[in-house]
């Protein structure tokens, strides 16, 4: 069982940078493969970025691709999402979520399926002004 609590979303303008950071709880964050997704008003959910279990292999979504970097601390249980150049299109509920890791290899297909992900966070809003 993992817990994952979500924290640094906020109000900004436009061009702003945020960091967002997913806390995990337990001793096996390190077999996890980790994701940030988001949800707009309306919308349906959509994958922002992925990174593989040891930080070797990260993902980004085209919407989000030159802007935004994921990464990863094990040490300290925590994914973070880097988010710069933010739009107002940014604006929506972050989660982060885990996928367990068993093997095998970690593809873009595999970080940007929400149905294999395990466990969810609560979200973090992040609001981005014009």
């Known amino acids: 069982q993992v817990q994952l609590v979500e924290s640094g979303g906020g109000l900004v303008q436009a061009g702003a940078s945020l960091r967002l950071s997913c806390a995990a709880s337990g001793r096996t964050f390190i077999t996890y493969n980790m994701g940030w997704f988001r949800q707009a008003p309306g919308k349906e959910r959509e994958f922002v970025a992925g990174?593989?279990?040891?930080?070797?292999?990260?993902y980004n979504s085209d919407s989000v691709k030159g802007r935004f970097t994921i990464s990863r601390d094990n040490a300290r249980n925590t994914v973070y999402l880097q988010m710069n150049s933010l739009k107002p299109e940014d604006t929506a509920v972050y989660y982060c979520?885990?996928?367990?890791?068993?093997?095998?290899?970690?593809?873009?297909?595999?970080?940007?399926?929400?149905?294999?992900?395990?466990?969810w966070g609560q979200g973090t809003q992040v609001t981005v002004s014009s």
């Open positions: 979520a885990a996928d367990r890791f068993f093997g095998g290899s970690y593809s873009y297909t595999r970080a940007r399926t929400d149905g294999n992900y395990d466990f």
């Open positions: 990174i593989s279990w040891n930080g070797g292999t990260t």
